[in-house]
C-alpha cells in the first residue's frame, strides 16, 4: 500500500470556525510532512514530523496548529483562518526523512469565506 | 533563492514527440527529485537522483543531473496525452532538512 489519503477532501470554513484536517498513511514511513500550495505556485513546506516529534516548524503562524497522534496519522487544526489561507493543503510521507522520496496525498481543497 | 527553477514554463508538443524540461538551482544539494501534478491534485513522485548519481531512467523517463553547472533535465520520451501534467523539480538540500519546489513547467500533450 502506498497510498496517503487525506480527508476532508474539500472544506469551506468561515473565519471563526475551528476545523481539522487529517491524512493517515500505512507504508511505516517515520516522516509526514504538510504543504501548502496557493493557485499556480508551488507547494510550500509547512511542518515536519520525524519519529512522530515536530522537527521542522517553517515560520507558520499559530492559527495552523499540527499534531501527529502516532506514527500512522498526522493532522492540522485549523482555527481563525484568513481569507488569504484559501489553499490545497497537501501531506506527505517519507520512510526516514527528507532525503528520501515523499508520497503525497490528494490534499484538501481549503476555502476561507 | 535555494528553490529549483524550471525551464520553459511551458511547453506544448504533439503525440509521439519527447518532451525535455529543465531545471537549474543555486545551493549544494543532497538530491533532486522530479515530480509530476495533474491540475489541482496531489503530486507523484517520479524519480529522485543523488548528488553523485550523474543518470536515471525509469520507463519513458530520463533524469541527468550536472552538479557541476547545479542543473537537471527531465526527458519524457514517445509522449502521451495522458502526459499532460505539470513537472516540478524539487532541490533537498545537502542538510537533508529541506525539500523546496521550483514553480514547475507545465506540459501538454496533444493528440
Known amino acids: 500500500d502506498t497510498e496517503v489519503t487525506q480527508t476532508p477532501k474539500h472544506l469551506v470554513m468561515g473565519m471563526t470556525n475551528k476545523k481539522s484536517l487529517k491524512c493517515e498513511q500505512h507504508m511505516g514511513h517515520r516522516a509526514m510532512y504538510w504543504y501548502k500550495q496557493k493557485a499556480k505556485k508551488p507547494p510550500e513546506l509547512m511542518f515536519v514530523?520525524?519519529?512522530?516529534?515536530?522537527?521542522i516548524n517553517e515560520s507558520v503562524p499559530s492559527r495552523f496548529s499540527p499534531e501527529c497522534p502516532n506514527s500512522s496519522l498526522l493532522n492540522l487544526h485549523l482555527h481563525a483562518l484568513q481569507p488569504e489561507d484559501s489553499a490545497l493543503y497537501l501531506c506527505?510521507?517519507?520512510?526516514?526523512?527528507?532525503?528520501?522520496?515523499?508520497?503525497f496525498g490528494p490534499g484538501t481543497r481549503l476555502t476561507v469565506l | 533563492s535555494q528553490q529549483g527553477e524550471e525551464d520553459p514554463q511551458a511547453l506544448s508538443i504533439q503525440e509521439g514527440e519527447n518532451a525535455t524540461m529543465n531545471c537549474s538551482y543555486k545551493?549544494?544539494?543532497?538530491?533532486l527529485q522530479w515530480y509530476r501534478q495533474n491540475s489541482g491534485r496531489g503530486l507523484v513522485h517520479l524519480i529522485l537522483i543523488r548528488s553523485n548519481e550523474r543518470e536515471k531512467h525509469s520507463g519513458r523517463l530520463r533524469v541527468t543531473l550536472d552538479t557541476s553547472k547545479k542543473s537537471s533535465s527531465l526527458l519524457i520520451t514517445a509522449s502521451r496525452a495522458a502526459d499532460t501534467a505539470s513537472y516540478l523539480c524539487?532541490?533537498?538540500?545537502?542538510?537533508?532538512?529541506?525539500?523546496?519546489f521550483g514553480k514547475g513547467t507545465t506540459l501538454s500533450v496533444s493528440s
Open positions: 506527505a510521507s517519507s520512510q526516514d526523512g527528507t532525503t528520501d522520496t515523499q508520497y
Open positions: 514530523y520525524s519519529y512522530e516529534k515536530l522537527s
Open positions: 545551493t549544494s544539494i543532497n538530491n
Open positions: 524539487a532541490i533537498v538540500n545537502q542538510a537533508g532538512t529541506a525539500l523546496i
